[in-house]
T-cell receptor, first 115, second 115 residues
Framework: AQSVSQHNHHVILSEAASLELGCNYS??????LFWYVQYPGQHLQLLLK??????LVKGIKGFEAEFIKSKFSFNLRKPSVQWSDTAEYFC?????????????FGTGTLLAVQP | GAGVSQSPSNKVTEKGKDVELRCDPI?????LYWYRQSLGQGLEFLIY????????KSGLPSDRFSAERTGGSVSTLTIQRTQQEDSAVYLC?????????????FGPGTRLTVL
């Protein structure tokens, strides 16, 4: 069965610090990978996604993620965080085979950015 | 246009009662999903509808949970004989169609509290 692990449950950073949130998945086949973000009081929304092609994916608000197939990883990065990046971040995976469209999510990482 | 809407936003019920949660997907979206977000457990897939195909019910935790989607649009998730462990935020998402490069758009969720 597919699973997603997010290693950091709670991260506290100062503004302008660099961010890297770890995400590993377990699935041997073709995968589609996503990072979702949930800002306080708001809906879950898509930050970025990887389906194929360039393994370095750029998303909204200066975020990027790198798919490393050999490591089954899809870590999220941002070179300089802002207070407005305070949110909960979820990594998720979907089988790329098309048999199902359900997303498997990690447990989330709560990021607090201090001004 | 309007996003995914869910009602009620909050529901408090007593153990043993039945509850119904409603989801209105984005107009024209053929795929609809239900997820559950429990404290410390991330988001858990429950059920997925795609057009007129049989739903993927593989994530429903017990036979107390059921869902239907009428007319290919609105969906209702029903939990019978609620238990305290059913307390969670229930999220609905929709996508234009399933598979491929399709983003799932999430609603605001229904927070269910079982006393």
């Amino acid at each position: 069965a597919q699973s997603v692990s997010q290693h950091n449950h709670h991260v506290i950073l100062s503004e302008a610090a660099s961010l890297e949130l770890g995400c590993n998945y377990s699935y041997g086949g073709t995968v589609n990978l996503f990072w979702y973000v949930q800002y306080p009081g708001q809906h879950l929304q898509l930050l970025l996604k990887y389906f194929s092609g360039d393994p370095l994916v750029k998303g909204i608000k200066g975020f990027e993620a790198e798919f490393i197939k050999s490591k089954f990883s899809f870590n999220l990065r941002k070179p300089s965080v802002q207070w407005s990046d305070t949110a909960e971040y979820f990594c998720s995976v979907k089988s790329g085979g098309g048999a199902t469209n359900k997303l498997i999510f990690g447990t989330g990482t709560l990021l607090a950015v201090q001004p | 246009g309007a996003g995914v809407s869910q009602s009620p936003s909050n529901k408090v019920t007593e153990k043993g009662k039945d509850v119904e949660l409603r989801c209105d997907p984005i107009s024209g979206h053929t795929a609809l999903y239900w997820y559950r977000q429990s404290l410390g457990q991330g988001l858990e897939f429950l059920i997925y509808f795609q057009g007129n195909s049989a739903p993927d019910k593989s994530g429903l935790p017990s036979d107390r949970f059921s869902a239907e989607r009428t007319g290919g649009s609105v969906s209702t998730l029903t939990i019978q004989r609620t238990q305290q462990e059913d307390s969670a935020v229930y999220l609905c998402a929709s996508s234009l169609y399933s598979g491929g490069n399709n983003e799932q758009f999430f609603g605001p969720g229904t927070r269910l509290t079982v006393l």
